[in-house]
């Protein structure tokens, strides 16, 4: 009985011994997984890091940014604009406003046809570049050598804090819908003017056929007379101011003479009196 006993033990330790080396099997292979994907992942990370050891940024959306220009030197031009400016960062958009229509006419009328600009507007593709150069090129000459062409000229620029292109076009239209309501009310009030001439230049035309008719009837024709009074001019409303002005100084003047005399008198009375103490 012992020896059955003892055999029935060696064989369940027989049995015993496979299942438990299939499952130190089992846990080596999922340890193994876990150490791969640990390693998966450490190369991942070391293949998002930079040349430093750092780890990439997430590129950010490059917001534009627009510098205001307050002085365009005479003869300066887009294209000189953007050659000066586009080795500072990526330009987009430019606008220069040119001068008024006033001021070409003048010079158009002394002889020079060229047309210069007043203020100006650059966008940048970068907002950050934009700051940086609205901070670094303020006030400093436009060239960078003294044989250039604006080297004479300083840099006048601003950042423009939440300005926008569209901002820019929305006020140059409105600029232009008010020149033109501006322009359509001179025309009408001219229109008006003319109008009214013409019926005035009409009218005394028929009222001077009318009266050589009648003077050839022999009728006694009245001549109209116009009961107003005329608007003084300049000079004789200054005239009537000076002669104000004098009437005054001569009263002043008369008054002065009349108290200097009184205290003559009166000087003449105290000095016969003091004498006459004395001589007593």
Avoid at 36 to 42: D, G, K, L, R, Y
Avoid at 205 to 216: A, D, G, K, T
Avoid at 228 to 249: G, V
Avoid at 274 to 280: D, V
Wanted: positive net charge.
């Amino acid at each position: 009985m012992k020896r059955q006993e003892e055999e029935e033990k060696q064989r369940k330790a027989t049995s015993q011994q496979p299942e438990e080396e299939e499952e130190e099997d089992k846990e080596e292979e999922d340890e193994q997984k876990k150490m791969s994907a640990q390693s998966e992942e450490e190369e991942q990370r070391a293949a998002a890091a930079g040349d430093d050891g750092e780890p990439k940024k997430k590129d950010r959306k490059c917001v534009p940014g627009i510098v205001y220009l307050g002085h365009i030197p005479p003869r300066l031009r887009p294209k000189h604009l953007r050659n000066l400016l586009s080795a500072y960062g990526e330009i987009g958009r430019i606008f220069l406003q040119p001068e008024d229509r006033q001021v070409r006419r003048k010079k158009k009328k002394s002889g020079s046809r060229r047309c210069d600009f007043t203020e100006g507007w650059v966008e940048f593709r970068d907002k950050r570049v934009a700051k940086r150069v609205a901070l670094s090129l303020h006030n400093t000459p436009m060239g960078t050598k003294k044989r250039q062409r604006f080297f004479s000229d300083l840099w006048n620029i601003k950042y423009l804090h939440r300005f926008h292109w569209t901002h820019l076009s929305e006020r140059l239209a409105y600029e232009q819908t008010v020149l033109q309501q501006r322009l359509r009310a001179e025309v009408s009030q001219a229109k008006k003017e003319s109008s009214f001439y013409l019926d005035n230049v009409e009218k005394s035309c028929r009222l001077e056929q009318l009266r050589r008719r009648r003077q050839r009837d022999g009728e006694q024709v009245e001549e109209k007379t116009w009961d107003f009074t005329q608007r003084r001019t300049e000079e004789e409303i200054q005239q009537k101011k000076k002669k104000k002005k004098d009437s005054i100084t001569q009263k002043r003047l008369n008054k002065a003479r009349l108290l200097q005399l009184e205290s003559q008198s009166n000087v003449s009375l105290l000095a016969k009196i003091f004498n006459s103490n004395q001589s007593e």
